[in-house]
T-cell receptor
Framework: AQSVTQLGSHVSVSEGALVLLRCNYS??????LFWYVQYPNQGLQLLLK??????LVKGINGFEAEFKKSETSFHLTKPSAHMSDAAEYFC????????????????FGQGTILTVHP | GAGVSQSPSNKVTEKGKDVELRCDPI?????LYWYRQSLGQGLEFLIY????????KSGLPSDRFSAERTGGSVSTLTIQRTQQEDSAVYLC??????????????FGPGTRLTVL
């Protein structure tokens, strides 16, 4: 079974400051990793994903994340926060099934609410 | 094209009543998922459909919960004899399913269920 831990249920930064949202995962097989964002009263939107290949992945809105197998981490960063980044962020993991295909069931972390101050 | 849609957007019901929640996936997406988002439990997987079959129902919390999918398209999640702990936002997602790798899940806006 896999699990996800997001460190910090709330993160507050100033506009223009670095955003760092932490995610650690547990999986017995190579994982697929994702970050989703949820704005108030909206569904989830995919920010970025890691499946295979390059461990530094870039997503929408200037976000990026690095898969570090040795640390079982997939932290989300953005060099300069914008007011519009205020939202809740979810890290998620999925694994392929034994047949090599993946039906994509997601296991989510508890979420991190990002607040951006002017 | 249109995204995933869900109806109703909000549902208020009395304890003990049955409710039906509907999901219209993106056309052509064979995989469909239901998740539940609640304050105490976060985001939890409920059930997965591939076509009209549900090979994974492991997340359904009790036998009061059931779901079906018809025509490889629309899905309905039914909660019988609702309880206050069923109050949550129910999210539906759909995706293509390939032979390798992972296909992005597209989420609907959710149905907010409140059980009084």
């Amino acid at each position: 079974a896999q699990s996800v831990t997001q460190l910090g249920s709330h993160v507050s930064v100033s506009e223009g400051a670095l955003v760092l949202l932490r995610c650690n995962y547990s999986s017995s097989v190579p994982p697929y990793l994702f970050w989703y964002v949820q704005y108030p009263n909206q569904g989830l939107q995919l920010l970025l994903k890691y499946t295979t290949g390059a461990t530094l992945v870039k997503g929408i809105n200037g976000f990026e994340a690095e898969f570090k197998k040795s640390e079982t981490s997939f932290h989300l960063t953005k060099p300069s926060a914008h007011m519009s980044d205020a939202a809740e962020y979810f890290c998620a993991v999925s694994v392929s099934n034994a047949g090599g295909t993946s039906y994509g069931k997601l296991t989510f972390g508890q979420g991190t609410i990002l607040t951006v101050h002017p | 094209g249109a995204g995933v849609s869900q109806s109703p957007s909000n549902k208020v019901t009395e304890k003990g009543k049955d409710v039906e929640l509907r999901c219209d996936p993106i056309s052509g997406h064979t995989a469909l998922y239901w998740y539940r988002q609640s304050l105490g439990q976060g985001l939890e997987f409920l059930i997965y459909f591939q076509g009209n079959s549900a090979p994974d129902k492991s997340g359904l919390p009790s036998d009061r919960f059931s779901a079906e999918r018809t025509g490889g398209s629309v899905s309905t999640l039914t909660i019988q004899r609702t309880q206050q702990e069923d109050s949550a936002v129910y999210l539906c997602a759909s995706s293509l399913v390939g032979l390798a790798g992972f296909n992005e899940q597209f989420f609907g806006p959710g149905t907010r269920l409140t059980v009084l």
